[in-house]
């Protein structure tokens, strides 16, 4: 422990990992339990990917892969930026990581100094503030309620933008509230970083496809901030492949090659079976997509409801992901007569044990008074977890 790294020491543990590990223990002693923490599709890769990934083993992808990954595999990630999003970038532009959380770090290492200001919009994916620590920058937080649809003002962005900021990192569809911006309000927000030289933006697109309302603008499609933006995307969640590990950016050529320097000294490229099912996923298309997002959709629609038909529970309807963010303060404070919930970590703690349902506490994502529900479940589960919610919270005094 004493030679521990202070990076170590420091960092934080990913709070959705540590839920779904005390989740998994729980259900190894043999206890009940429904695990509403993981943000993973609940279904499983489509045939036509798996089919492509035994192929890949057969025809022999056992080398080295090019540290960016596949040159095809690039040109599928080119034409679906193309087709998909209306951004023009070639193969040289693009790098293939580990995932998307890989490829979130490789630009965080690659453009912030310490002591760089990182703006994030709360409440944000558990991992932004902690890698930009990794990186010795200083994450700069922008509060959002669920007043305000959980979405930043542009006096907000505008007022915290200083000579020190780096990089403002954007996503949307959210994890964890579910919100969309629209494209007039993505626009707005691209004008403000357009005004400040130096400053780029991280678009993190990776819940693209698992949208209900309104459309996705990649916020590289907007010209004039073309060149300050890196997008970011993943097959994780669009394909249900989060354990095939498969992310990808787009970016200006210099940020791209610092990404493909900074992979060739830690990991070189990543799987090239899952590069190869990767590339099936972007070039084939078989309807899972959108069978997948109608399913989350009546999910939505099944937990928003029944939620809402909770004592002290506000919930704001998400248009996209597969997550819901109930506001739970509600519930701060009050006790079961012997222990009293002080944060939403303690709640989302005390209903693993009461009532028998993983969630995430909202402290770890800049939301305190908020737990964050994944709805990538069963209709059956979804129904019965939120029975037990309700019926625990009736204890609570
Ligand atoms: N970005 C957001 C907003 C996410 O929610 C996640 C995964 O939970 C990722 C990035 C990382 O995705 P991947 O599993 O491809 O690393």
């Known amino acids: 422990m004493e030679y521990l790294s202070d990076r170590i020491r420091t960092m934080a543990t990913s709070a959705t990992m540590a839920m779904a590990r005390k989740s998994r223990e729980l259900k190894a002693r043999g206890l009940d339990i429904i695990s509403l923490s993981l943000g993973e599709p609940d279904f499983n890769t489509p045939a036509y990917i798996r089919e492509a990934a035994k192929e890949a083993i057969d025809g022999n992808y056992s080398k080295y892969p090019p540290v960016s990954g596949y040159v095809d595999l690039r040109d599928a990630i080119c034409k679906k930026f193309r087709d ?6 070639t193969r040289d532009q693009v790098v293939v990581s580990g995932g998307g959380k890989h490829s979130i770090i490789n630009v965080i290492l690659s453009i912030v100094n310490p002591g760089d200001e990182v703006i994030i919009l709360a409440p944000y994916w558990v991992s932004y503030y902690d890698q930009i620590l990794i990186a010795g920058g200083r994450p700069v937080i922008l509060e959002t309620t669920i007043e305000n649809d959980f979405k930043v003002s542009l006096e907000q962005l505008e007022s915290a933008i200083t000579d020190k900021t780096r ?3 954007f996503n949307s569809p959210s994890n964890p509230t579910g919100m969309v911006y629209s494209r007039g309000e993505q626009e707005a927000i691209a004008r403000v970083i357009q005004r400040h030289e130096g400053v780029f933006l991280m678009s993190d697109e990776v819940y693209e496809h698992i949208l209900f309302e309104g459309e996705h603008v990649s916020m590289a499609s907007f010209d004039f901030i073309y060149d300050r933006v890196i997008t970011v995307n993943a097959v994780s969640k669009a394909y249900a492949m989060t354990g095939w590990r498969i992310g990808y ?12 320097k900074l992979q060739g000294q830690f990991t070189s490229g990543v799987s090239s079976i899952a590069q190869r099912a990767a590339l099936a996923a972007l070039s084939g298309k078989d309807g899972s997509i959108q069978m997948m997002r109608d399913a989350f959709l009546r999910r939505r629609d099944l937990i928003c409801n029944q939620l809402s038909g909770i004592r002290g529970l506000r919930v704001r309807v998400p248009q996209g992901a597969f997550y819901v ?7 701060l404070g009050k006790t079961d007569g012997t222990e009293i919930v002080r944060t939403a970590d303690d709640l989302a703690l005390w209903l693993l044990d009461r009532a028998g349902v993983a969630t995430v506490g909202g402290d770890a994502f800049g939301a305190p008074g908020y737990i964050r529900i994944s709805y990538a479940n069963s209709d059956d589960l979804l129904t019965e977890a939120v029975r037990r919610i309700k019926e625990a919270l009736e204890i609570l005094k």
């Open 167 to 169: 990089l403002v990192i």
């Open 249 to 260: 950016i787009g970016a200006p050529k210099w940020i791209a090659d610092a990404c493909d």
């Open 325 to 331: 963010l109930p506001d739970i303060s509600y519930y």
């Open 84 to 89: 998909e999003n209306g951004i023009t970038y």
